[in-house]
């Protein structure tokens, strides 16, 4: 099975003991590429040099919603600059997080609307993180007219509607480990719904640790119960399905 991870976080605390063990498990596990998210001034660089010592891991790079109070006009200036590095592949994650509100909702709107601009001006994809938001996000990415580079509906919570509405805007759907919760009717009932081409997996680790696993830390390998789960929801073979969102990802970050 040869998978890839869309969303992951192996720069995060939670890895700083086993970074490079917790990378050649994913690779045990069928991982051959791992998209790494560097979200602020702490987590961007490290997510780069991460790239940069893995040739099979690449990078996006953005300001996450619940920081956009901290961001500041020269951080605009580097974000801008680091995006030109060749191994980040979109903007990412940006968007809106209503359920934490560290930000306040117009600071977030005015940070998201900027980044897709530099998105725009860089020809790069985006990666949108979106909690509680649903509304909002896609007013905004119709009204910043987001179809131009197209993006990922990372970790996806809305509605069937909202998921078309996006794919409409040139946007892929991403689902990771609530897919597999047992509870998790609304995603189970939407990934079957999705077209293939325009579905993705995602671990989002070391966070939303997929079934066996839950409650413990999420990792990229576990990505494969990810693609296992969502295969037997579509009644199709987890090989096949991983293939499909494996050739899925490689040609949207174009890396075909």
Known sequence: MKLFDT???????????????VIRRAIEN????IVNIGF????IPTSIELAERYDFIYTAVGWHPQD???MLEEDFDWLRELSKHEKVVAIGEIGLDYYWDTSPKEVQQEIFRRQISLAKELKLPIIIHDREAHQDIVS????????????????????LEMAKECMEMNFMISFGGPVTFKNAKKPKEIVKQIP??????????????????RG???????????????AELRGMDAEELAESTYQNA???????
């Open 216 to 230: 413990k830390r999420n990792e990229s390998g576990y990505v494969r119960y990810v693609a296992e789960a969502i």
């Open 30 to 33: 069928g991982v051959s590429k």
């Open 196 to 213: 293939l081409d325009r579905l993705l997996i995602e671990t989002d680790c070391p966070y939303l640790t997929p079934e066996p696993f």
């Open 7 to 21: 969303h992951a976080h192996l720069n995060a605390e939670q890895f700083l003991d086993d970074q490079d063990e």
């Open 250 to 256: 490689m040609k949207f970050f174009g890396l075909e």
């Open 40 to 43: 602020n001034r702490e987590t």
């Open 140 to 159: 905004i990415l119709r009204e910043e007219n987001a179809s131009e580079v197209g993006g990922i509906m990372h970790c996806f919570s809305g509605s």
């Open 68 to 70: 956009a109070k901290d």
